[in-house]
Structure formats: C-alpha cells, structure tokens
C-alpha cells in the first residue's frame, strides 16, 4: 500500500502524469471521505489520491469531510500526506504563480469539526503547525526547478465560500501573507489522527483576496476552477520533482515532537499510532490586485 497521499485541490490531478491502479472507497467512523481514493504512481511512486472537494458531490470548503478523508488515509497506511490548494494572495510580494512555502496559520472558520475528542477534553499543541524540515525539502526541489518561491508565510483561513469584504481584507492583510478555505480543519487532525507535526503546506497563487482591490472590479460569483493545465512550475511539476527525489533514495523522514506531547493521548477508535506525516498544499494564483 501507498505510503504517500496526496489531497488535492483546485489543479493538482493530471490524468497524464497518474498511472492508476486501483480505486477504494472506504467506509470510516466519520462515513465515507470525500471521493474515492485513486491508488496508482506518479514519477514512479506510489500514492494514494483524494479529490478533497468530491468528483460526483461537490464539497464547498465547510462541508469537506476532513474527519473522514483523514482517517481514510490512515486505514490505507499512508504516512505522509501532501494537500493541495488554492489560495489568494494578501501581500503585494506574493505575485501571480509563485509558490508559497507557509509555515504558519490563522484560524478564522467557525462551523466546522475540528477534533476526534469531541467525548473527552483533549488539549492539542501546535505552536509550529508546519514541519521545518519538509519545508526544506519542496524549497530545494522549487529552487532546483527554477520556480519562484517563498520559504515561510502565514495562511489565513476563513469558512467561505464567499470571499471577504474590504474591511475584513485589510484585517486579514495585519494578520496574514495569503488565505485560504481549506488547511483549518485539515491541518490539525492530520497531525493528531497520524501522530506527528510534520505538517508542511505550500502554495502557489491564484488570485488576491475578494476585498483586495480597493477600486477594482468585484469578484462576484466565482465557480470552483477545473485542473489547471501542466506547465513549468505547476503544482503537478513540483509533486513530481519531490517525488523523483524520493525515488531516487532521498526518503522522506522527520522526527519531532508529538501534537499532544505533555498530556494523556488515546487514539481515535480502532487507529494504531507510530506514522509520520506529509502534509503540503499548494495551489496557482492571479496577479493580485492592491
């Protein structure tokens, strides 16, 4: 079974460059995840993929079954797992196409279900949310392969789906780099569900936020985008580059401390523990307009 997983956003599956294998569907305590699982290989890997927004039901960002998806990946013996998104840019440095390699977050979603203890009071500590060392390794694989980067920046995360207004834009631009929907409950429950803090994100953008345009054109009603098409320096080439490293005997591998080090753990129902975690999020953005 695949030791890697990849949840993709807005762009990331590419039919071309994914040799498919099999496809499952599993049932979990938290019901189905979100589409089937694609087993198969990229570069020569292989992984296991997750439309995180569905292929027959469309799953706006609140309704995700993150709980689901998560624990999803942990019964096929996924180790790592490497999100992908979109996200919107809240600083003039973050332009159009570069790739953001985020090592903070800002939670601003408000309905969503954010922990497997909802029975028991569980304290999580996540000072640092993203891992430093799987930072390194998608900057040397960007810097490699000549794409622009940004090593360290902070996601908002707002519920959506609407975009912001003007006053809450220039709130998020003191508090954030770029903002998303997506890596808020995500991020945490990997870290929990698969017992690490090695959780790494990286973005590449696709727009400014929808308040960030002070005389500009509104947004209005936007649709979620369909695959963004391969290139140099999409998100599909940096995966394949990372993967083509860890194919040729680079292993990923991390060490830290746990997210509830410090407190009494027990495990969500019928989980073993002792996995390390992959998580990156990645994404394409428009010029960003101030």
């Given at each position: 079974?695949?030791?890697?997983?990849?949840?993709?956003?807005?762009?990331?599956?590419?039919?071309?460059?994914?040799?498919?294998?099999?496809?499952?569907?599993?049932?979990?305590?938290?019901?189905?995840?979100?589409?089937?699982?694609?087993?198969?290989?990229?570069?020569?890997?292989?992984?296991?993929?997750?439309?995180?927004?569905g292929t027959t039901?469309?799953?706006?960002?609140?309704?995700?079954?993150?709980?689901?998806?998560?624990?999803?990946?942990k019964q096929l013996?996924?180790k790592y797992v490497?999100?992908?998104?979109?996200?919107?840019?809240?600083?003039?440095?973050?332009?159009?196409?570069?790739?953001?390699?985020?090592?903070?977050?800002?939670?601003?979603?408000?309905?969503?279900?954010?922990?497997?203890?909802?029975?028991?009071?569980?304290?999580?500590?996540?000072?640092?949310?993203?891992?430093?060392?799987?930072?390194?390794?998608?900057?040397?694989?960007?810097?490699?392969?000549?794409?622009?980067?940004?090593?360290?920046?902070?996601?908002?995360?707002?519920?959506?789906?609407?975009?912001?207004?003007?006053?809450?834009?220039?709130?998020?631009?003191?508090?954030?780099?770029?903002?998303?929907?997506?890596?808020?409950?995500?991020?945490?429950?990997?870290?929990?569900?698969?017992?690490?803090?090695?959780?790494?994100?990286?973005?590449?953008?696709?727009?400014?936020?929808?308040?960030?345009?002070?005389?500009?054109?509104?947004?209005?009603?936007?649709?979620?985008?369909?695959?963004?098409?391969?290139?140099?320096?999409?998100?599909?080439?940096?995966?394949?580059?990372?993967?083509?490293?860890?194919?040729?005997?680079?292993?990923?591998?991390?060490?830290?401390?746990?997210?509830?080090?410090?407190?009494?753990?027990?495990?969500?129902?019928?989980?073993?523990?002792?996995?390390?975690?992959?998580?990156?999020?990645?994404?394409?953005?428009?010029?960003?307009?101030?």
């Amino acid at each position: 079974m695949p030791e890697i997983a990849i949840v993709g956003g807005t762009g990331i599956y590419n039919p071309d460059t994914f040799e498919l294998i099999d496809k499952v569907f599993p049932d979990t305590p938290y019901g189905k995840p979100s589409a089937e699982i694609l087993i198969g290989k990229i570069a020569g890997v292989e992984i296991a993929f997750l439309h995180r927004h569905g292929t027959t039901t469309p799953y706006p960002p609140s309704s995700v079954p993150y709980k689901a998806n998560m624990y999803a990946l942990k019964q096929l013996g996924c180790k790592y797992v490497i999100s992908a998104c979109a996200v919107g840019s809240l600083q003039r440095k973050f332009a159009s196409g570069d790739l953001v390699i985020v090592d903070q977050f800002v939670d601003f979603t408000k309905k969503r279900d954010y922990t497997y203890f909802n029975d028991s009071i569980t304290h999580i500590a996540i000072p640092d949310p993203f891992c430093d060392y799987l930072n390194a390794v998608f900057a040397e694989t960007a810097k490699k392969m000549g794409i622009k980067y940004h090593n360290g920046g902070t996601y908002v995360c707002i519920e959506g789906p609407r975009f912001s207004t003007r006053a809450e834009s220039r709130m998020f631009r003191q508090f954030g780099d770029i903002i998303g929907m997506t890596v808020v409950p995500e991020c945490q429950l990997a870290r929990v569900l698969l017992q690490s803090r090695h959780h790494h994100r990286l973005r590449c953008m696709e727009g400014g936020d929808g308040g960030h345009r002070d005389g500009q054109e509104d947004h209005g009603i936007m649709p979620r985008q369909g695959p963004q098409a391969p290139g140099d320096g999409t998100p599909q080439d940096q995966f394949q580059g990372m993967l083509r490293m860890h194919q040729g005997g680079r292993r990923l591998r991390c060490t830290g401390p746990h997210p509830l080090t410090g407190i009494q753990y027990r495990h969500p129902p019928s989980v073993d523990g002792g996995c390390r975690v992959l998580f990156i999020a990645t994404g394409a953005i428009q010029h960003p307009q101030f």
